[in-house]
């Protein structure tokens, strides 16, 4: 029998970090496999790209539920059909009550588009260009009741450049999120995590990684 951790991925759009980790999950020694997708939208792009990779997809419209508890009652009851492990939500736009949330307390992964705590929400790209910041980023965190907190399993941070647009720095820090959830996935399906007064705690890296630097150094 397999060892690897089941993985449901839920979405609502394009579906391009649920690729990542599809991609990810055909390595012969990647510690999850991805069992299922469940989109909340019919129209959602991924659903496409999980098809066509051999995924199972499920298709829960939130709109034919009078409530936002039946809706996610259905989702558990998906997610236990495939046997599902650990949730990864990859722009999944539907907010989730503390019900679901409990169920899948440190089960459940979610990737966001800035280097959390920072900027939680929406426009996140155009909101640090706003302030000026040097360094942006996303970040993979488990989730719990209030949006985008929740213990963070790992982070990449991008260096934003002069002249650089939403649009730009989104294109990099997408670059980013590809990268970045198919390794915080690993860590957790693989054990080399564990959560603790909702902090991570990781064994110490085997190598000092580099600071980044933004603007570089060099002059
Ligand atoms: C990503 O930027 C992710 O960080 C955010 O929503 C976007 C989803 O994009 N939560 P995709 O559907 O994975 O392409």
């Known amino acids: 029998m397999s060892s690897k951790k089941r993985i449901g991925i839920l979405i609502s759009g394009r579906g391009s970090n649920m690729a990542s980790l ?27 790209i999980a098809r066509d990779a051999g995924i199972p997809t499920v298709v829960i419209d939130h709109k034919d539920f009078a409530t936002r508890m039946a809706f996610e009652a259905k989702m558990h009851q998906a997610l236990l059909d495939a046997g599902v492990e650990l949730i990864c939500s990859a722009g999944f736009m539907r907010m989730l009550t503390g019900g679901f949330v409990d169920r ?14 920072a900027y939680p929400g929406l426009d996140t790209h155009a909101r640090a260009l706003r302030d000026g910041v040097r360094i942006h980023g996303c970040t993979v965190h488990f989730v719990r009741l209030e949006m985008d907190t929740g213990p963070i399993i790992a982070q990449a941070g991008v260096a934003v450049l002069p ?41 110490p890296p085997t190598d000092t990684p580099a600071a980044l630097f933004s603007p570089p150094l060099r002059p």
């Open 163 to 203: 002249g650089d647009t939403p649009e730009t720095l989104a294109a990099r820090v997408l670059d980013a999120e590809h990268r970045l959830y198919p390794h915080a996935l690993r860590l957790v399906a693989s054990g080399a995590v564990r959560v603790t007064n909702d902090i991570l705690e990781t064994a």
């Open 22 to 48: 599809i991609e990810a999950a055909h390595a012969h020694d990647y510690p999850a496999e991805i069992v299922t997708v469940i989109s909340n939208r019919p129209t959602a792009g991924g659903l496409a």
């Open 104 to 117: 899948w307390r440190n089960r459940q992964l979610n990737i966001h588009p800035s280097l959390l705590p």
